[in-house]
T-cell receptor
Framework: DVKVTQSSRYLVKRTGEKVFLECVQD?????MFWYRQDPGLGLRLIYF???????EKGDIPEGYSVSREKKERFSLILESASTNQTSMYLC?????????????FGPGTRLTVL | QQQVKQSPQSLIVQKGGISIINCAYE??????FPWYQQFPGKGPALLIA?????SEKKEGRFTISFNKSAKQFSLHIMDSQPGDSATYFC?????????????FGTGTQLKVEL
Protein backbone atom coordinates (compact mmCIF):
# COMPACT_ATOMS: atom_id res chain seq x y z
CA ASP A 1 0.00 0.00 0.00
CA VAL A 2 1.47 3.34 -1.07
CA LYS A 3 2.22 5.76 1.69
CA VAL A 4 3.16 9.42 2.00
CA THR A 5 3.58 10.62 5.55
CA GLN A 6 3.96 14.14 6.87
CA SER A 7 5.69 14.85 10.15
CA SER A 8 2.87 16.75 11.83
CA ARG A 9 -0.89 17.03 11.36
CA TYR A 10 -1.10 20.33 13.22
CA LEU A 11 1.57 22.92 13.90
CA VAL A 12 1.42 26.31 15.62
CA LYS A 13 4.35 28.69 15.20
CA ARG A 14 5.11 32.33 15.92
CA THR A 15 5.87 35.02 13.35
CA GLY A 16 9.54 35.02 12.46
CA GLU A 17 10.21 31.42 13.46
CA LYS A 18 11.95 29.03 11.09
CA VAL A 19 9.60 26.16 10.30
CA PHE A 20 10.40 22.74 8.88
CA LEU A 21 7.74 20.52 7.33
CA GLU A 22 8.85 16.99 6.57
CA CYS A 23 7.49 14.53 4.05
CA VAL A 24 8.49 10.90 3.57
CA GLN A 25 7.33 8.47 0.89
CA ASP A 26 7.94 4.75 0.80
CA UNK A 27 7.25 4.14 -2.89
CA UNK A 28 10.73 4.89 -4.27
CA UNK A 29 9.24 7.77 -6.27
CA UNK A 30 11.55 10.16 -8.09
CA UNK A 31 9.26 13.19 -8.03
CA MET A 32 7.98 14.96 -4.93
CA PHE A 33 5.85 18.08 -4.56
CA TRP A 34 4.79 20.61 -1.96
CA TYR A 35 1.43 22.36 -2.27
CA ARG A 36 -0.52 24.70 -0.10
CA GLN A 37 -4.30 24.45 0.04
CA ASP A 38 -6.44 27.48 0.85
CA PRO A 39 -10.24 27.80 0.65
CA GLY A 40 -11.32 29.17 -2.69
CA LEU A 41 -7.81 28.91 -4.12
CA GLY A 42 -7.44 25.16 -4.47
CA LEU A 43 -4.01 23.55 -4.42
CA ARG A 44 -1.10 25.72 -5.47
CA LEU A 45 2.34 24.30 -6.19
CA ILE A 46 5.14 25.73 -4.06
CA TYR A 47 8.14 23.63 -5.13
CA PHE A 48 8.82 20.27 -6.66
CA UNK A 49 11.80 17.97 -6.95
CA UNK A 50 12.44 15.44 -9.66
CA UNK A 51 15.62 13.98 -8.20
CA UNK A 52 17.76 14.07 -5.10
CA UNK A 53 19.24 17.55 -4.64
CA UNK A 54 17.21 18.83 -7.61
CA UNK A 55 14.38 21.32 -7.19
CA GLU A 56 12.21 23.57 -9.28
CA LYS A 57 10.05 26.50 -8.28
CA GLY A 58 6.34 26.09 -8.55
CA ASP A 59 3.78 28.85 -8.85
CA ILE A 60 4.18 30.41 -5.37
CA PRO A 61 7.77 29.82 -4.13
CA GLU A 62 8.22 33.18 -2.40
CA GLY A 63 8.96 32.80 1.31
CA TYR A 64 9.71 29.08 1.01
CA SER A 65 12.69 26.86 0.32
CA VAL A 66 13.06 23.08 0.05
CA SER A 67 15.60 20.38 0.68
CA ARG A 68 15.91 16.91 -0.77
CA GLU A 69 18.97 15.09 0.52
CA LYS A 70 17.49 11.59 0.22
CA LYS A 71 15.12 10.18 -2.37
CA GLU A 72 12.38 9.38 0.11
CA ARG A 73 12.39 12.68 2.01
CA PHE A 74 11.37 16.18 0.89
CA SER A 75 11.38 19.07 3.33
CA LEU A 76 9.64 22.42 3.06
CA ILE A 77 11.26 25.29 4.95
CA LEU A 78 9.71 28.58 5.95
CA GLU A 79 12.76 30.72 6.70
CA SER A 80 10.80 33.33 8.66
CA ALA A 81 7.17 32.39 9.10
CA SER A 82 4.54 35.03 8.50
CA THR A 83 0.81 35.05 9.24
CA ASN A 84 -0.02 34.83 5.53
CA GLN A 85 1.65 31.42 5.49
CA THR A 86 -1.08 30.01 7.71
CA SER A 87 -2.45 27.24 5.54
CA MET A 88 -2.80 23.51 4.90
CA TYR A 89 0.38 22.09 3.40
CA LEU A 90 0.21 18.95 1.30
CA CYS A 91 3.07 16.79 0.11
CA UNK A 92 2.76 14.45 -2.89
CA UNK A 93 4.95 12.04 -4.78
CA UNK A 94 4.89 10.30 -8.14
CA UNK A 95 7.03 8.18 -10.36
CA UNK A 96 7.49 9.81 -13.76
CA UNK A 97 6.39 7.64 -16.63
CA UNK A 98 4.41 9.90 -18.90
CA UNK A 99 1.44 12.18 -18.47
CA UNK A 100 -0.63 9.63 -16.61
CA UNK A 101 1.45 9.79 -13.43
CA UNK A 102 -0.73 9.57 -10.35
CA UNK A 103 0.26 11.91 -7.56
CA UNK A 104 -0.06 10.33 -4.12
CA PHE A 105 -0.76 12.80 -1.35
CA GLY A 106 0.00 12.81 2.34
CA PRO A 107 -2.71 13.77 4.87
CA GLY A 108 -1.51 17.36 5.16
CA THR A 109 -0.09 19.62 7.86
CA ARG A 110 -2.28 22.44 9.07
CA LEU A 111 0.10 25.26 9.98
CA THR A 112 -1.02 28.25 12.01
CA VAL A 113 1.35 31.21 12.30
CA LEU A 114 0.48 33.57 15.15
CA GLN B 1 -3.29 33.70 -12.90
CA GLN B 2 -5.76 30.85 -12.73
CA GLN B 3 -5.02 28.51 -15.62
CA VAL B 4 -7.74 26.04 -14.66
CA LYS B 5 -11.11 27.50 -13.71
CA GLN B 6 -13.57 25.33 -11.79
CA SER B 7 -17.23 25.80 -10.96
CA PRO B 8 -19.33 25.71 -8.92
CA GLN B 9 -17.52 26.36 -5.65
CA SER B 10 -20.11 24.32 -3.77
CA LEU B 11 -22.91 21.98 -4.75
CA ILE B 12 -25.76 20.32 -2.91
CA VAL B 13 -27.42 17.33 -4.59
CA GLN B 14 -30.12 14.98 -3.44
CA LYS B 15 -29.31 11.30 -3.06
CA GLY B 16 -29.74 9.59 -6.41
CA GLY B 17 -29.28 12.81 -8.38
CA ILE B 18 -26.56 13.80 -10.84
CA SER B 19 -23.67 15.98 -9.70
CA ILE B 20 -21.93 18.03 -12.39
CA ILE B 21 -18.70 19.95 -11.92
CA ASN B 22 -17.18 21.99 -14.72
CA CYS B 23 -13.64 23.04 -15.53
CA ALA B 24 -12.07 25.16 -18.22
CA TYR B 25 -8.41 25.57 -19.12
CA GLU B 26 -6.38 28.01 -21.15
CA UNK B 27 -3.08 26.33 -21.97
CA UNK B 28 -3.39 24.02 -24.97
CA UNK B 29 -0.13 22.32 -23.99
CA UNK B 30 -1.87 20.52 -21.12
CA UNK B 31 -1.90 16.83 -22.02
CA UNK B 32 -3.75 15.01 -19.27
CA PHE B 33 -6.74 15.92 -17.13
CA PRO B 34 -7.24 14.11 -13.80
CA TRP B 35 -9.87 14.63 -11.14
CA TYR B 36 -8.97 14.27 -7.48
CA GLN B 37 -11.34 13.59 -4.58
CA GLN B 38 -10.60 14.78 -1.05
CA PHE B 39 -12.40 13.72 2.12
CA PRO B 40 -12.09 15.82 5.30
CA GLY B 41 -8.81 15.21 7.08
CA LYS B 42 -7.30 13.37 4.12
CA GLY B 43 -5.11 14.27 1.20
CA PRO B 44 -6.58 14.30 -2.30
CA ALA B 45 -6.69 10.98 -4.17
CA LEU B 46 -6.97 10.33 -7.89
CA LEU B 47 -10.56 9.58 -8.88
CA ILE B 48 -10.59 9.42 -12.67
CA ALA B 49 -8.60 10.94 -15.53
CA UNK B 50 -8.79 11.53 -19.28
CA UNK B 51 -6.42 12.19 -22.15
CA UNK B 52 -7.31 15.00 -24.61
CA UNK B 53 -7.72 12.61 -27.56
CA UNK B 54 -10.78 11.04 -25.88
CA SER B 55 -14.16 12.77 -25.52
CA GLU B 56 -15.54 10.70 -22.66
CA LYS B 57 -14.34 8.30 -19.99
CA LYS B 58 -16.57 6.39 -17.65
CA GLU B 59 -15.64 4.49 -14.49
CA GLY B 60 -18.64 3.20 -12.59
CA ARG B 61 -20.82 6.15 -11.61
CA PHE B 62 -18.14 8.70 -12.56
CA THR B 63 -17.81 10.11 -16.08
CA ILE B 64 -15.51 12.74 -17.52
CA SER B 65 -16.70 14.60 -20.60
CA PHE B 66 -13.99 16.41 -22.54
CA ASN B 67 -14.43 19.12 -25.19
CA LYS B 68 -11.04 19.92 -26.69
CA SER B 69 -12.21 22.70 -29.00
CA ALA B 70 -13.93 24.52 -26.14
CA LYS B 71 -11.08 23.74 -23.72
CA GLN B 72 -13.57 22.45 -21.19
CA PHE B 73 -14.08 19.26 -19.26
CA SER B 74 -16.57 18.14 -16.66
CA LEU B 75 -17.15 15.46 -14.05
CA HIS B 76 -20.55 13.80 -13.82
CA ILE B 77 -21.45 11.70 -10.80
CA MET B 78 -24.50 9.60 -11.51
CA ASP B 79 -26.76 8.30 -8.74
CA SER B 80 -24.94 10.50 -6.22
CA GLN B 81 -24.59 8.99 -2.74
CA PRO B 82 -23.92 10.55 0.68
CA GLY B 83 -20.53 8.82 0.60
CA ASP B 84 -19.65 10.97 -2.43
CA SER B 85 -19.72 14.07 -0.20
CA ALA B 86 -16.21 15.44 -0.56
CA THR B 87 -14.21 18.17 -2.24
CA TYR B 88 -13.43 17.58 -5.90
CA PHE B 89 -10.52 19.14 -7.78
CA CYS B 90 -10.00 19.11 -11.50
CA UNK B 91 -6.43 19.38 -12.71
CA UNK B 92 -4.40 19.67 -15.88
CA UNK B 93 -0.97 18.17 -16.43
CA UNK B 94 1.96 19.78 -18.21
CA UNK B 95 5.20 18.02 -19.01
CA UNK B 96 8.18 19.99 -17.72
CA UNK B 97 11.90 19.23 -17.77
CA UNK B 98 11.77 16.90 -14.79
CA UNK B 99 8.31 15.47 -14.98
CA UNK B 100 4.64 16.28 -15.01
CA UNK B 101 3.33 19.29 -13.17
CA UNK B 102 -0.32 19.54 -12.18
CA UNK B 103 -2.30 22.77 -12.14
CA PHE B 104 -5.40 22.40 -9.99
CA GLY B 105 -8.77 24.10 -10.11
CA THR B 106 -10.10 25.85 -7.03
CA GLY B 107 -12.21 22.90 -5.87
CA THR B 108 -15.90 22.07 -5.50
CA GLN B 109 -17.37 21.08 -2.17
CA LEU B 110 -20.08 18.50 -2.87
CA LYS B 111 -22.71 17.58 -0.34
CA VAL B 112 -25.14 14.78 -1.12
CA GLU B 113 -28.25 14.93 1.04
CA LEU B 114 -30.56 12.07 1.93
Amino acid sequence: DVKVTQSSRYLVKRTGEKVFLECVQDMDHENMFWYRQDPGLGLRLIYFSYDVKMKEKGDIPEGYSVSREKKERFSLILESASTNQTSMYLCASTSPGGPTDTQYFGPGTRLTVL
Amino acid sequence: QQQVKQSPQSLIVQKGGISIINCAYENTAFDYFPWYQQFPGKGPALLIAIRPDVSEKKEGRFTISFNKSAKQFSLHIMDSQPGDSATYFCAASLLTGGGNKLTFGTGTQLKVEL
